[in-house]
């Protein structure tokens, strides 16, 4: 059974930082692109955030967390980082890793990833 593991999530002030770990059990890491989505409160639609490509590494960011956010994957441990530094309260989300998808340079989509995991909770608040 595919499964996405997430963990790091949690309450920091402005300014601070946050490491999201995204681990895969029953399929590798280099199964096509791994993303991390943000659910932010009021909003409808999920939020693209960073994309990895399992070939090449190359990357993609949201315009809104370039220079902030860092995605990073170690295939020996099948897991996917998400480095946060910066944070602002419009960060505040729950944060959703998704597998199997597709990391196009233009962009990516929820539509487009086939495993999802139970998201965790990133809450930016002084």
């Known amino acids: 059974q595919l499964q996405l593991v997430e963990s790091g999530g949690g309450l920091v002030q402005p300014g601070g930082s946050l490491t999201l770990s995204c681990t895969a059990n029953?399929?590798?890491?280099?199964?096509?692109?791994i993303a991390w989505f943000r659910q932010v409160p009021g909003k409808e639609r999920r939020e693209g955030v960073a994309c990895i490509r399992a070939t090449w590494s190359m990357v993609n960011y949201a315009d809104s967390v370039k220079g902030r956010f860092t995605i990073a994957k170690d295939s020996a441990k099948n897991t996917v980082y998400l480095q946060m530094n910066d944070l602002r309260p419009e960060d505040t989300g729950v944060y959703y890793c998704?597998?199997?998808?597709?990391?196009?340079?233009?962009?990516?989509?929820?539509?487009?990833?086939?495993?999802w995991g139970q998201g965790t909770q990133v809450t930016i608040s002084s």
């Open positions: 998704a597998a199997q998808g597709f990391c196009g340079t233009s962009g990516f989509i929820p539509i487009d990833f086939g495993s």
């Open positions: 029953g399929f590798t890491a280099d199964d096509g692109g």
